[in-house]
Structure formats: C-alpha cells, structure tokens
Nanobody, 120 residues
Framework: QVQLVESGGGLVQAGGSLRLSCVASGTIYRIRNMAWYRQAPGKQREYVARLISTGDTNYADSVKGRFTISGDNAKNTGYLQMNNLKPEDTAIYYC??????????????WGQGTQVTVSS
C-alpha cells in the first residue's frame, strides 16, 4: 500500500512564498510522475503542475513563472515551491503520483491535501 502525505500549507500574505512537500511511503519501486492539483471553495479541482520521471515539468498557465515543481527520488518526495502568491491561489492543494510497486506496474495515488490561504 502506498500513502501520500502533503505538508507545508499555511496562511501567507499576498506576495509571499510557501513550499509544499508530498512524501510517498510504502513498498515503492519507482515513482513514475507526480503532480499537484488544487481545489478552491465552490470550484472544481484544477491542475497545477506535473513532474515526470524524465525530469520534464509542466505548469498550468495560472502558475507559470511563479511555481516550481521538483522532486527528490531518494526521499520519495515531491515539492511545490510557490512564490509571489496571490489571493486566488487560496485552495486545498493535493498531490498525486503514479507509483510502481512490487504488486503493480503503476497505480495512481492521492494525498489528503494541505490548505493554502493567501491574504490580500
């Protein structure tokens, strides 16, 4: 069984920064890719960024140039560095990952989310 746990959320003023972490634990063979999504109150969950095992990254237009996704394979951990935060970035941030284990060739897992609140 694989678990993803996010941390690093909090309250920050507009223009500030936060770094989210997503730690994967369990019988992991390889993390194929990891992504961040967010869900604001009353809105659908939306894509934020993705990191592929090749090192390639992709970002939603709304965060491009402000957010950076990265990972540490040795620690099975992904990060989302968020700079120049805006009130519209306020949301619960979720990570997901496609993880290969000894039991499967790749399954999608989600974390429980971490709250990010940006005050104006």
């Amino acid at each position: 069984q694989v678990q993803l746990v996010e941390s690093g959320g909090g309250l920050v003023q507009a223009g500030g920064s936060l770094r989210l972490s997503c730690v994967a634990s369990g019988t992991i063979y390889r993390i194929r890719n990891m992504a961040w999504y967010r869900q604001a109150p009353g809105k659908q969950r939306e894509y934020v960024a993705r990191l592929i095992s090749t090192g390639d990254t992709n970002y939603a237009d709304s965060v491009k140039g402000r957010f950076t996704i990265s990972g540490d394979n040795a620690k099975n951990t992904g990060y989302l560095q968020m700079n120049n935060l805006k009130p519209e970035d306020t949301a619960i941030y979720y990570c997901n990952a496609v993880v290969e284990t000894v039991l499967n060739t790749g399954a999608l897992y989600w974390g429980q989310g971490t709250q990010v609140t940006v005050s104006s």
